[in-house]
């Protein structure tokens, strides 16, 4: 399921294969929360610009268009006609951000819709079955994402919580996909380790949930307050504690440098709704920092976003035009640019994988990390 190819420190080149293919990593996963990327991309454009994997969100599937149909239909892949690998995200993050609207007890939590108040329950068990029902590739754990700051004794009494949890859904994942009717049989259960910011209890909890010898594991629970001098501090203290042999994912995480600086601290997958957000908004990545196209130096700038870029935007369109299409309000303003910033995403992985297998990781680390922060004056 996972081949380490090689190191460079505690950076990683390794070879992932599921059901549905084989990825390269390191690797960023392209966000559909509801099987579609905001910004009116297809999956006809996820293939054209590099995608590898698709993510797509439990909670929200199960309230619409219900995860009964996107069986009835054939699992998520048929249903957004992606042939490639997808994960699904468990709900456990609505437990963090729909806080006001749910009650954690040990069976599971409670919610209420955020579409139309009505209630719901979702525990380990029931986020098996509906990602079951999705057929994703990789199916997330239930936890709980705990928010930071919180205190000491409630996290350590929490990551107990979401250990029991962890094997409930456990058990839960291998009787479905003993069933005959499974959409996907070869489904994996990834881990998620929690812990806020207590690097001991981080570590703790990194130990109960490798022992379970699950095909991959994530970090959960950070990019949720913390600074990021803080986040990179976790990573540091829990990969010690991953299965070296196993997948690593840092979840919901995050800008260009922050997934140069976790793959230097040894993470494999990504995944972030910011690129497609910023992109709405008008705010594009280069390989010179960053851009705002709504900016009047744009107004008549016959450039591409990026002449460093080769995406099926920068090959055509100009800054102004796109600028053009932000100030007109047109929808095809979202669409190029929500494009060109996944494409860019998805490209920079790629220049990870290239930099690792030719050695060269630490220069490129050096190079672009802060480089790729910072504002583009250009």
Known sequence: MFELLKTEGAARRGVFTCAHGTVQTPVFMNVGTLAAIKGALSAEDLERIGCQVELSNTYHLHLRPGDQVVRQ?????????????????????????????????????????????????MGPEESMQIQSNLGSDICMAFDECIENPAPYEYVKNSIGRTYRWLERCKRENARLNALPDTVNPQQMLWGINQGGTYADLRIEHMKMISDLDLPGYAIGGLAVGE?????????????????????????????????IEAVYRGVDFFDCVMPARN????????????????????????RPIDTQCDCPVCKRYSRAYIRHLFKAEEMLAMRLSVMHNLYFYNKLAEQIRQAL?????????????????????D
């Not at 951000?97 to 819709?113: C, P, Q, T």
């Not at 050695?359 to 802060?370: D, M, P, V």
């Open 279 to 302: 992109a709405r908004h008008a705010k594009l990545f280069t390989w010179s920092g960053t851009v705002n196209l709504k900016n009047a130096k744009y107004e008549t700038d016959p």
């Open 227 to 259: 600074s990021t001098e803080t986040m990179y501090e976790i990573i540091e203290a829990v990969e010690p504690y991953m299965p070296k042999e196993k997948t690593r994912y840092l979840m919901g995480v995050g800008t260009p440098s922050n997934i």
């Open 73 to 121: 239909m054939g699992g998520l892949h048929k249903f957004m006609t992606w042939n490639k690998p997808i994960l699904t995200d468990s709900g456990g993050f609505q437990v963090f951000s729909l806080s006001s609207l749910r009650k954690i007890k040990e069976e599971g939590v409670y919610f209420a819709s955020h579409l139309d108040g009505h209630k719901i329950f």
């Open 357 to 377: 297998d030719e050695g060269t990781f630490g220069l490129f680390r050096a190079k672009y990390s802060q480089m790729l922060s910072q504002r583009c004056e």
